[in-house]
T-cell receptor
Framework: KQEVTQIPAALSVPEGENLVLNCSFT??????LQWFRQDPGKGLTSLLL?????REQTSGRLNASLDKSSGRSTLYIAASQPGDSATYLC????????????FGKGTKLSVIP | GAVVSQHPSRVICKSGTSVKIECRSL??????MFWYRQFPKQSLMLMAT?????????EQGVEKDKFLINHASLTLSTLTVTSAHPEDSSFYIC?????????FGSGTRLTVV
């Protein structure tokens, strides 16, 4: 059974700092890995999706990497802004049957002005 | 593109009553819809997977008679919490699969009093 772990559980950084969020998964036979942002009491916003054959994806100040062999993914946020404050979730897709997602517990990011 | 509209966003109901949550895919056909539940400071836990025109598949420990899922069309899936109890109070989110990724509804905060 796939297990997804995110470290750290919470992170506080000053505005402008670059930061890295970590995600690890136990079963390397994934279909893809996706990073989401969740604001308090809200749904999920998709940030980046990395297919199993890809190594990284970039969107603006965000860069996500994937290393299937080590069971790891990272989300790099450059030049952090207070508006980046949210909980970031990573989710691995099993790729079997219904392609269901397994989520980590998330990293709560606070960017201090 | 690929928007899922979820309603209601918040609902308060009395113990013993039933509540229906709707998710509509606005600009794509969601042959598969996933339903998640999220407790405070926890990650999303998959409750069930629904496929258009067939019975939903429930995860272990989820009562199918309590959480009724209907996916009668390619654009609408509903979750009905029957005979709700305070322990059913949670944040419920639906998700539709499109292309290689997933798009999520904005969630429903259910409070049972």
């Amino acid at each position: 059974k796939q297990e997804v772990t995110q470290i750290p559980a919470a992170l506080s950084v000053p505005e402008g700092e670059n930061l890295v969020l970590n995600c690890s998964f136990t079963d390397s036979a994934i279909y893809n890995l996706q990073w989401f942002r969740q604001d308090p009491g809200k749904g999920l916003t998709s940030l980046l999706l990395i297919q199993s054959s890809q190594r990284e994806q970039t969107s603006g100040r965000l860069n996500a990497s994937l290393d299937k062999s080590s069971g790891r993914s990272t989300l790099y946020i450059a030049a952090s802004q207070p508006g980046d404050s949210a909980t970031y979730l990573c989710a691995a897709s099993s790729g079997a049957g219904s392609y269901q997602l397994t989520f980590g517990k998330g990293t709560k990011l606070s960017v201090i002005p | 593109g690929a928007v899922v509209s979820q309603h209601p966003s918040r609902v308060i109901c009395k113990s013993g009553t039933s509540v229906k949550i709707e998710c509509r895919s606005l600009d794509f056909q969601a042959t598969t819809m996933f339903w998640y539940r999220q407790f405070p400071k926890q990650s999303l836990m998959l409750m069930a997977t629904s496929n258009e025109g067939s019975k939903a598949t429930y995860e272990q420990g989820v009562e199918k008679d309590k959480f009724l899922i209907n996916h009668a069309s390619l654009t609408l899936s509903t979750l009905t919490v029957t005979s709700a109890h305070p322990e059913d109070s949670s944040f419920y989110i639906c998700s539709g699969r499109f292309n290689y990724g997933y798009t999520f509804g904005s969630g429903t905060r259910l409070t049972v009093v």
